[in-house]
Protein backbone atom coordinates (compact mmCIF):
# COMPACT_ATOMS: atom_id res chain seq x y z
CA UNK A 1 0.00 0.00 0.00
CA UNK A 2 1.42 3.39 -0.68
CA UNK A 3 0.73 6.81 1.55
CA UNK A 4 0.22 9.48 -0.91
CA UNK A 5 2.99 11.59 -0.06
CA UNK A 6 3.31 13.11 -3.48
CA UNK A 7 3.71 17.01 -4.06
CA UNK A 8 5.68 18.59 -1.73
CA UNK A 9 6.69 16.08 0.47
CA UNK A 10 7.87 13.20 -1.81
CA UNK A 11 11.03 14.73 -3.32
CA UNK A 12 11.19 17.35 -0.41
CA UNK A 13 14.67 17.44 1.31
CA UNK A 14 15.17 17.84 5.16
CA UNK A 15 17.40 19.65 7.41
CA UNK A 16 18.13 17.09 9.81
CA UNK A 17 19.24 17.98 13.61
CA UNK A 18 22.49 16.41 12.90
CA UNK A 19 23.17 18.84 10.39
CA UNK A 20 22.74 15.86 7.48
CA UNK A 21 20.46 16.43 4.75
CA UNK A 22 18.15 13.48 3.89
CA UNK A 23 15.44 13.00 0.93
CA UNK A 24 12.29 10.88 1.32
CA UNK A 25 12.21 8.40 -1.20
CA UNK A 26 9.50 5.74 -0.35
CA UNK A 27 7.27 5.28 2.12
CA UNK A 28 5.65 1.38 3.05
CA UNK A 29 2.27 0.49 4.59
CA UNK A 30 1.47 -2.73 5.80
CA UNK A 31 -1.31 -3.86 8.04
CA UNK A 32 0.06 -6.05 10.68
CA UNK A 33 -0.91 -7.53 14.12
CA UNK A 34 -0.59 -6.09 17.57
CA UNK A 35 3.06 -7.88 18.36
CA UNK A 36 5.17 -5.19 18.72
CA UNK A 37 9.04 -5.22 19.95
CA UNK A 38 9.58 -3.98 23.73
CA UNK A 39 10.35 -0.53 24.06
CA UNK A 40 13.67 0.68 24.61
CA UNK A 41 13.90 0.97 27.92
CA UNK A 42 12.27 -2.04 29.06
CA UNK A 43 14.08 -4.16 31.38
CA UNK A 44 15.75 -7.76 30.04
CA UNK A 45 15.20 -9.03 32.79
CA UNK A 46 11.20 -8.31 33.12
CA UNK A 47 10.67 -9.97 29.87
CA UNK A 48 9.15 -13.26 29.83
CA UNK A 49 11.87 -16.54 29.27
CA UNK A 50 11.30 -19.89 27.70
CA UNK A 51 10.88 -20.93 24.47
CA UNK A 52 7.85 -20.45 22.23
CA UNK A 53 4.61 -22.20 22.72
CA UNK A 54 3.37 -23.29 19.66
CA UNK A 55 -0.06 -23.45 20.01
CA UNK A 56 -0.15 -19.43 20.57
CA UNK A 57 0.09 -17.76 17.13
CA UNK A 58 2.28 -15.43 17.22
CA UNK A 59 0.06 -13.02 14.46
CA UNK A 60 -2.07 -12.68 17.49
CA UNK A 61 -1.80 -10.10 20.25
CA UNK A 62 -1.49 -11.81 23.76
CA UNK A 63 -4.42 -12.68 25.55
CA UNK A 64 -3.60 -11.15 28.84
CA UNK A 65 -4.00 -7.33 26.16
CA UNK A 66 -7.37 -6.09 26.91
CA UNK A 67 -6.95 -3.47 24.50
CA UNK A 68 -5.75 -5.53 21.82
CA UNK A 69 -8.93 -6.27 19.07
CA UNK A 70 -9.48 -9.99 19.09
CA UNK A 71 -9.20 -9.53 14.95
CA UNK A 72 -6.77 -7.65 13.74
CA UNK A 73 -7.94 -6.96 9.88
CA UNK A 74 -11.25 -5.79 11.79
CA UNK A 75 -8.96 -2.86 14.05
CA UNK A 76 -6.95 -2.42 10.82
CA UNK A 77 -10.86 -0.81 9.34
CA UNK A 78 -12.16 0.64 12.44
CA UNK A 79 -10.62 3.86 12.61
CA UNK A 80 -12.17 6.79 13.21
CA UNK A 81 -13.80 8.53 10.21
CA UNK A 82 -12.80 5.87 8.06
CA UNK A 83 -8.99 6.26 8.97
CA UNK A 84 -6.94 3.03 8.62
CA UNK A 85 -5.35 2.43 11.99
CA UNK A 86 -3.01 -0.35 13.46
CA UNK A 87 -0.16 -1.89 11.40
CA UNK A 88 3.55 -0.69 10.51
CA UNK A 89 4.35 2.85 8.36
CA UNK A 90 8.10 2.14 7.00
CA UNK A 91 9.64 5.94 5.88
CA UNK A 92 12.66 5.35 3.72
CA UNK A 93 15.05 8.27 3.76
CA UNK A 94 18.54 8.70 1.67
CA UNK A 95 21.22 10.78 3.72
CA UNK A 96 24.03 11.10 1.33
CA UNK A 97 27.68 9.66 2.83
CA UNK A 98 26.32 7.92 5.40
CA UNK A 99 28.73 6.49 7.31
CA UNK A 100 31.03 8.25 6.73
CA UNK A 101 33.22 10.93 8.30
CA UNK A 102 30.95 12.68 10.47
CA UNK A 103 27.37 10.55 9.66
CA UNK A 104 28.02 7.37 11.66
CA UNK A 105 25.10 6.06 13.62
CA UNK A 106 25.94 7.87 16.59
CA UNK A 107 26.17 10.97 14.34
CA UNK A 108 22.16 10.47 13.09
CA UNK A 109 20.71 9.14 15.86
CA UNK A 110 18.59 12.02 17.58
CA UNK A 111 17.49 12.56 13.68
CA UNK A 112 14.89 9.43 14.12
CA UNK A 113 12.81 10.50 16.74
CA UNK A 114 12.92 14.11 15.02
CA UNK A 115 11.59 12.41 11.60
CA UNK A 116 8.96 10.03 13.76
CA UNK A 117 7.93 13.32 14.92
CA UNK A 118 8.24 15.75 12.40
CA UNK A 119 7.73 13.66 9.36
CA UNK A 120 6.50 10.56 9.73
CA UNK A 121 3.16 11.24 12.30
CA UNK A 122 1.67 14.58 10.17
CA UNK A 123 1.95 12.24 6.88
CA UNK A 124 0.17 9.69 8.28
CA UNK A 125 -2.84 11.71 10.23
CA UNK A 126 -2.66 13.84 6.67
CA UNK A 127 -3.50 10.86 5.06
CA UNK A 128 -5.78 8.92 7.56
CA UNK A 129 -3.69 6.13 8.84
CA UNK A 130 -3.02 5.43 12.06
CA UNK A 131 -0.39 2.75 12.82
CA UNK A 132 1.23 1.07 15.59
CA UNK A 133 4.72 1.48 14.54
CA UNK A 134 6.96 3.33 12.68
CA UNK A 135 10.15 2.94 11.07
CA UNK A 136 12.51 5.31 10.54
CA UNK A 137 15.16 3.78 7.80
CA UNK A 138 18.67 6.19 6.81
CA UNK A 139 20.07 5.09 4.28
CA UNK A 140 23.24 6.20 1.73
CA UNK A 141 21.60 5.35 -1.27
CA UNK A 142 17.97 4.21 -2.68
CA UNK A 143 18.06 0.50 -2.30
CA UNK A 144 14.66 -1.25 -3.31
CA UNK A 145 12.34 -2.15 -0.35
CA UNK A 146 12.73 -6.36 0.48
CA UNK A 147 16.39 -6.11 -1.45
CA UNK A 148 19.86 -6.58 -0.33
CA UNK A 149 22.78 -4.13 -1.57
CA UNK A 150 26.21 -4.91 0.31
CA UNK A 151 27.21 -1.52 -0.39
CA UNK A 152 24.65 0.59 0.94
CA UNK A 153 25.10 1.48 4.72
CA UNK A 154 21.64 1.69 6.15
CA UNK A 155 20.62 2.74 10.11
CA UNK A 156 17.44 1.52 11.48
CA UNK A 157 15.24 2.90 14.37
CA UNK A 158 11.71 1.60 15.26
CA UNK A 159 9.23 3.52 17.18
CA UNK A 160 5.51 2.26 18.97
CA UNK A 161 3.02 4.67 18.33
CA UNK A 162 0.61 5.73 21.11
CA UNK A 163 -1.51 8.80 22.26
CA UNK A 164 0.18 10.81 19.13
CA UNK A 165 3.93 10.09 20.14
CA UNK A 166 6.62 8.21 18.49
CA UNK A 167 8.01 5.76 21.51
CA UNK A 168 11.50 3.70 20.75
CA UNK A 169 11.39 0.51 20.23
CA UNK A 170 14.13 -1.88 21.26
CA UNK A 171 15.14 -3.02 17.14
Given at each position: ?12 E ?10 L ?17 T?P?A??E?E???S ?7 P ?24 L ?26 L ?9 D ?20 G????E ?7 F ?7 I?Q??
Amino acid sequence: MALGVGGPLAAQEFQLPSGHAATLFDVVLEEAGDVMAPDAGTDPEALPEGELDESEPLDQPPPDNPDAAEDPEAAADAGEGGAATGGLARFRLVVPGLGGEGAAYEDVAQDFAWLCESLALPALDANGWSPTEVVIALSDREVPFGEADPEAVQFFEGFRIADGACIAQAF
